[in-house]
């Protein structure tokens, strides 16, 4: 903004919008912000960086941030899984990053007594949003500076730079890099929080290979020196503070009568204590939350390893209890560098495949170029041995530039069966030129997809493919389930069972391998959620030595979850989910397994 001119001439993007909604593997981008949200251009910039009190955060992958930034910058990116929760406010994201205490302390003051005579000014910047397109990370943050600025009070004015650092990379009067000394009041390269650095880059193109170094770099394996530090254990019941009081759920919990309750899996009888009390659906509810609060913790032990090049204050968090899996005890050495290297691969560039369970793509006998090769893959293997025999890939929604490699994986798994649990509207509907899984032939690996059936079912549909190569055909089933929504849970557990029954019977009747793959939107949420329910059925239903006992008080939810996220990232993706699993498991015990056995 030019010297002299009036706060009228900033330029604001209308129309408000909420955050509560908002999840990171959401489409990413959101074209409007709240009007009270400025957008700055260059001549703008120049006269807000003379302004007293402003802080300037950079929501960039912390390996970008290192390399050239806005002077006087401070690393702010944090993981999306904290940053999406209402709860993560702003003095814990300061917490969790590196920023000289003066300006901490100066915003944590202004946040509890405002007694500022001006707002403070924040600057927030990415890569290159704009006012029609602006990143999930840029987005959320602003909104939880806005949050504070409520019952006419102001205590930010928020700003975010048009078309981010792009828009200022070139100009040396605003910018210092790794050779550039830093400011006084800005942290340096070294002293940077290893967590800062978790959000990744988004989707490169290929040719970029994107922090393709980083394979050169040995990624830190999980250390099992924890300190003992209480408030750091995860089993301290530290979990279970959360204010769940503007939460709400509408449990379907079966009735149950004192003889049931009585036959319930150990695990399971929580469900049946005090069932008269007022408070009954909160204490279920703050029991199941205390467990999902411990994967998530235990998740973000892993991931915090996997993405920091090198942490040697790194601590994770001490969980060993005998019903949680202790990241300080796991021997994994956790790494994701191929799905940041190829981000154009991925349909969201925060869900990526651990290395060590990914499944990979099996190199072709006669490669058209020697150099056109990779065998990138976003999907996983998933498997508990001590809870079911089922093994599983799973996936994301193939995009069509990953068509080919979704068939490839299928050929080399000698897959039959593909569960899908989003639903498949029509290409020209989407802009797309085909569904996956419509009749098409893929040159490079000569494979071929035939359609030879359609039976719609009450809750789903089935696609009967056949799968030719070379002179082999194989025989698939596609299983369409038509109602669970993204983040959400299924509104009756019928279509689920019968959904599950389906795969089990087809697979019975043809002989087919029992290897399924799985795959929603992202291949985490409602992929993680039909996995946990289908190897927790199948340990009920297939009862062997040496397996966990489905009727003891191992809590088999909570396992089956928590070992699937050493596998795959985000698997029941939140807790609306994860407290489906339990009804869904809890009302089919009542209705199928004690009430067949009474009788």
Not at 81 to 103: A, E, G
Not at 162 to 176: H, Q
Not at 263 to 290: D, H, M, Q, V
Request: aromatic fraction near 12%; glycine fraction near 4%; proline fraction near 5%.
């Amino acid at each position: 903004m030019p010297q002299g001119s009036d706060k009228s001439q900033w330029i604001s993007v209308c129309k408000p919008t909420g955050i509560a909604s908002i999840s990171p593997t959401n489409k990413l981008h959101f074209e409007d912000l709240p009007k009270d949200i400025h957008r700055v251009d260059l001549d703008q910039l120049e006269t807000l960086l003379k302004e007293e009190f402003l802080i300037i955060f950079d929501t960039r992958p912390f390996n970008t941030f290192s390399v050239s930034r806005i002077k006087g910058a401070i690393n702010m990116c944090v993981p999306t899984t904290l940053l999406k929760r209402s709860s993560f406010n702003i003095p814990q994201i300061l917490n969790s990053i590196s920023i000289p205490s003066d300006l901490k302390d100066l915003t944590l003051l202004k946040i509890t007594t405002n007694n500022l005579d001006a707002p403070m000014k924040v600057l927030v910047y990415d890569t290159d949003s704009c006012d029609n397109h602006t990143s999930f990370l840029l987005y959320t943050t602003c909104m939880k500076f806005r949050q504070y600025n409520q019952n006419g009070s102001k205590v930010f004015d928020i700003y975010f730079l048009d078309n981010g650092f792009t828009s200022v990379s070139k100009l040396a009067n605003f910018v210092e890099n790794n050779s550039s000394t830093s400011s006084s009041s800005s942290p340096t390269v070294k002293q940077l929080s290893c967590l800062s650095g978790f959000q990744l880059p988004s989707c490169t193109p290929s040719n970029q290979k994107f922090l393709s170094n980083i394979k050169k770099n040995n990624l830190p394996k999980l250390s099992i020196n924890t300190t003992n530090d209480p408030s750091n254990d995860l089993d301290n019941g530290s979990d279970c503070n959360d204010n769940l009081d503007s939460y709400h759920y509408n449990f379907r919990i079966p009735d149950i009568s004192q003889h049931e309750s009585e036959k319930l899996p150990g695990w399971l009888k929580f469900f049946a204590a005090n069932r008269t009390s007022p408070n009954y659906n909160i204490e279920i509810l703050k029991t199941i939350n205390c467990n999902f609060n411990k994967i998530e913790k235990s998740e973000q032990a892993r991931l915090k390893t996997a993405i920091s090049n090198h942490c040697p204050d790194n601590h994770v968090p001490n969980i060993c209890s005998p019903s949680a899996l202790c990241p300080g005890c796991d021997n994994t050495y956790y790494k994701i560098p191929k799905g940041i290297e190829y981000g154009f691969k991925n349909r969201y560039n925060n869900i990526w495949p651990y290395e060590h369970s990914r499944v990979k793509l099996i190199k072709s006998p006669n490669p058209l170029k020697l150099d056109d090769y990779d065998d990138y893959f976003n999907a996983n293997y998933i498997n508990f041995s001590k809870i079911s025999n089922l093994k599983y890939i799973a996936t994301q929604n193939p995009l069509q530039a990953t068509y080919e490699d979704f068939w490839k994986t299928i050929w080399s798994n000698s897959i039959n069966v593909i569960i899908c649990l989003n639903v498949q509207l029509p290409a020209n509907m989407v802009g797309q030129e085909r569904k996956y899984f419509d009749d098409q032939v893929f040159k490079r690996s000569g494979i071929k997809i035939i359609n030879n059936e359609f039976i719609e079912q009450d809750f789903f549909n089935v696609r009967k493919l056949t799968l030719a190569k070379d002179d082999k055909t194989r025989p698939i089933y596609h299983l369409e389930y038509k109602d669970w929504p993204d983040f959400g849970v299924p509104s009756s557990f019928e279509s689920v069972t019968k959904l599950i029954d389906y795969k089990k019977k087809i697979i019975e009747a043809e002989n087919l391998n029992e290897q399924a793959l799985v795959h929603c939107l992202a291949g985490c949420g409602r992929t993680g959620c039909f996995i946990t329910l289908d190897m927790v059925l199948d340990c009920f239903n297939n009862i062997k030595s040496g397996n966990l006992d489905p009727w003891g008080d191992k809590d088999l939810v909570y396992k089956a979850v928590q070992y699937q996220r050493t596998q795959r990232i985000s698997m029941v993706q939140n807790l609306d989910q994860f407290i489906f699993c339990y009804e869904f498991i809890l009302n089919y015990v009542v209705r199928n397994l004690i009430s067949s056995r009474n009788a």
